[in-house]
């Protein structure tokens, strides 16, 4: 019960503005993708959670950090379970990705190996006409200045539901 849609604080208006986007996106069959980015803390996670919940249909939820670790761990020694760990992200009815490219971002930018990882997951997806969910805290446009592939790719996916959370840290005073 803590990730559903009523329980998501509206008692601001940032935070209210979220859940509109979110009913708005539910409603629309069409809808082939929804993303929030922004600080940490600001309720991105849990509206995209209370999303798939309320979807009532088959959804996977890929949690960045996790998933790319393994993922890079076999990708230049076993091709066969390399293709096995994207299987369900690139093919998932309905992928929802917590914190794209969390811990990626270093002062030389997102390493080769995790952009070619998002771009096979993000190009499938594309190509395929698949539902995606995205939070993270980097802007989709300095995605796609590391790598406008896939930012121009999200953005298609994602349009017209992205938001941009501003406010501040709500699981701590800051």
């Given amino acids: 019960d ?3 849609m009523s329980a998501f604080l509206t008692d601001t208006e940032e935070s209210a503005r979220m859940a509109d986007m979110a009913r708005q996106f539910l409603n629309d069959k069409t809808a082939r993708g929804i993303g929030y980015f922004g ?13 798939c919940q309320e979807m009532k249909k088959e959804h996977h939820y890929w949690r960045y950090r996790t998933q790319i670790q393994r993922i890079k761990t076999v990708m230049y020694k ?7 760990l994207l299987k369900i992200p690139k ?25 070619q990882i998002m771009f096979d997951i993000i190009d499938a997806r594309y190509i395929n006409g698949l539902q995606t969910i995205v939070s993270s805290e980097y802007r989709l446009d300095k995605i ?12 298609e996916i994602l349009s ?3 938001r941009y959370v501003s406010g501040k840290n709500r699981r701590i005073n800051c």
């Fill in 78 to 84: 076993d091709l066969e379970q390399y293709e096995e």
């Fill in 160 to 162: 017209p539901y992205i």
């Fill in 91 to 115: 093919t998932s009815p309905c992928l929802y990705i917590d914190d794209l490219f969390k811990g990626a971002w270093t002062d030389n930018g997102i390493s080769n190996q995790d952009l």
């Fill in 144 to 155: 796609a200045g590391e790598d406008e592939a896939i930012g121009s790719r999200l953005y």
């Fill in 2 to 4: 803590r990730y559903k």
């Fill in 39 to 51: 600080r940490s803390g600001t309720g991105k996670t849990h509206i995209c959670i209370a999303i």
